[in-house]
């Protein structure tokens, strides 16, 4: 049974008009008014608190800082992590799909997750796989927020 969509998630679609929903490229959430900068986001988001900050991302199987391996919802990946100027980028090098993804702070106090894939054509359970990736990530950072 499909969890039910997350009201404050936004799906950004860039494809052309008539297309469908398994068209999509990019996918964010935003956190609203986290107070987190950049420099607070890059020493919360690790590679080693993933499996806290999103529930997508059951394990963490190895952490060299910058690279690891993790387990996640479409099985076991290499993970490498970048800092950002303003937050941190994640990308999964040898992901059929070139999956990456941001958590970013913005002007306006708030905390944006931007997800990419390389390929614009996806059944739709794998478009509703990366919303569910991003709606645990827009959770996991506001629960974090929440008890910090």
């Not at 935003?30 to 020493?43: C, D, I, Q, S």
């Not at 690279?67 to 490498?80: D, Q, T």
């Not at 990456?100 to 931007?114: E, F, G, K, L």
Request: contains cysteine; charged residues 20%.
């Amino acid at each position: 049974m499909p969890r039910p969509r997350n009201p404050l998630f936004t799906v950004c679609c860039y494809s052309t008009p008539g297309r469908s929903d398994e068209n999509r490229m990019e996918f964010f959430a935003e956190v609203a008014n986290t107070n987190l900068n950049a420099e607070a986001l890059k020493t919360l988001v690790t590679i080693e608190r993933l499996p806290r900050l999103c529930p997508s991302i059951s394990s963490v199987l190895s952490d060299e800082t910058v690279s690891g391996k993790i387990y996640c919802l479409w099985g076991e990946f290499n993970i490498n992590r970048e800092e950002i100027r303003d937050g941190v980028r994640f990308s999964l090098p040898n992901c059929p799909n070139a999956l990456a993804w941001t958590v970013t702070s913005d002007d306006r106090n708030n905390t944006v997750i931007h997800c990419t894939i390389n390929t614009n054509q996806h059944d739709p359970d794998f478009i509703e796989s990366i919303e569910l990736f991003v709606t645990d990530w827009h959770d996991g950072i506001k629960n974090a927020i929440n008890h910090a």
